[in-house]
């Protein structure tokens, strides 16, 4: 780690985007000017009264993009905060600040938004991102001349295509206008979806870095969530192959695991202590209740030979009880019925010897 940070605290750092040339710089600022004196040259071949008016719109439009490009390339968007921090340790002055935030590259504390360069070696104020077309990053300090220039591009380009058009109708400049033709298109697409993009980001608030970094972050909790997928899976699968017991079983014991303080329930009965033979202890009775399912289909016939035995089962225990009852003697008799029904038939019985 130690030299890593001083393998970058030894390269060189780039103020501003003409410090040492680049290839797409030089790629991108080739080609416009190229395009520029086209523009100018298909705009002298119009008549007398268009002319005047491209020339004038081009003089506008060519002016601001040289402006805008400048000031874009030439602006250092360096952390003011470790410009000034920088400046006052190299007269040997003591820097205060309150903020907490310090880069270990450069050595000094930096504003909470602003990010490290490695292209430049350098803390950017509000980073936005680094343009290779420009050479330079592009922060809070030279974003509005950016956003200018991209407006400006567009608009120019727009114009040139519509020169290409015009151009094909001369027969002498075929060539030039299908080569136009084949590049202006491709470009103008580029340069409004850019433009497209920056506007979206002025409308959310947020800056390029920003929304590449939200890109990233949703991209590692997709991966975060496809890794945990399988998981999940294969505890669902073995839940599903216990029984209802060990379910509940083991739902007991994360509700153990979980809080210890809450007193168990217990939902099953304890066994029965084991008795001796001699000891004669009585059993309580024990209900056996119906059977909710039935072995058989229900069925019509099923429902009518059921029905019967039943029927037949309640005149079974109608004819035991009535048996019963008239085998057991009256619980509630007594000695005085018993007498007087002696003397009735005495009675009867000497009326019967009188009449004889």
């Known amino acids: ?23 797409y710089q030089a790629v991108s600022w080739l080609y416009t000017v190229i395009d520029m004196i086209i523009s100018f040259m298909i705009a002298f071949m119009m008549d007398e009264g268009l002319k005047e008016f491209m020339l004038i719109v081009l003089t506008i439009l060519i002016t601001g993009i040289i402006f805008t490009c400048l000031r874009a390339t030439l602006i250092d968007p360096t952390d003011s905060i470790v410009l000034k921090e920088q400046n006052l340790k190299s007269k040997g002055l003591e820097f205060k600040t309150d903020l907490k935030t310090y880069c270990l590259v450069c050595q000094a504390h930096v504003m909470e938004k602003s990010k490290h360069c490695f292209s430049c070696n350098k803390c950017v104020e509000l980073f936005d991102h680094h343009c290779i077309w420009l050479n330079n990053c592009i922060g809070i300090k030279n974003y509005k001349y950016f956003f200018i220039l991209v407006v400006l591009l567009v608009i120019f380009k727009c114009l040139r295509i519509i020169q290409d058009i015009l151009l094909l109708l001369n027969s002498a400049f075929q060539i030039l206008a299908l080569i136009s ?13 850019l433009l497209g993009m920056h506007l979206f980001f002025k409308y959310k ?7 590449i970094k939200m890109k990233k972050d949703k991209e590692k ?3 975060q969530q496809k890794q945990q997928l399988p998981k999940m899976n294969e505890s669902v699968g073995y839940g599903q192959l216990l029984s209802t017991s060990k379910r509940f079983d083991f739902k007991c014991s994360l509700s153990n695991k979980t809080d210890n303080k809450v007193p168990q329930q217990n939902f099953f009965p304890k066994a029965l202590p084991q008795i001796p033979k001699n000891q004669n202890v009585s059993t309580p009775q024990v209900t056996q209740l119906q059977s909710i399912f039935t072995i058989q289909p229900t069925s019509p016939n099923n429902q009518i030979q059921l029905r019967k035995e039943y029927e037949e089962s309640d005149g079974r225990q109608i004819f035991n009880k009535v048996i019963t009852e008239d085998s057991e003697a009256p619980e509630n008799s007594d000695s005085r019925d018993e007498v007087n029904q002696n003397d009735q038939d005495n009675d009867h019985q000497k009326s019967e010897k009188e009449q004889n």
């Open 1 to 23: 780690m130690d030299a890593e940070l001083q393998k970058e605290r030894l390269k060189p750092i780039r103020r501003h985007g003409c410090s040492d040339l680049q290839l």
């Open 181 to 193: 033709i084949i590049l202006d298109p491709p470009i103008l697409i580029v340069l409004s979806y």
């Open 205 to 211: 608030g947020i800056s390029t870095y920003d929304w």
């Open 221 to 223: 909790s997709k991966i």
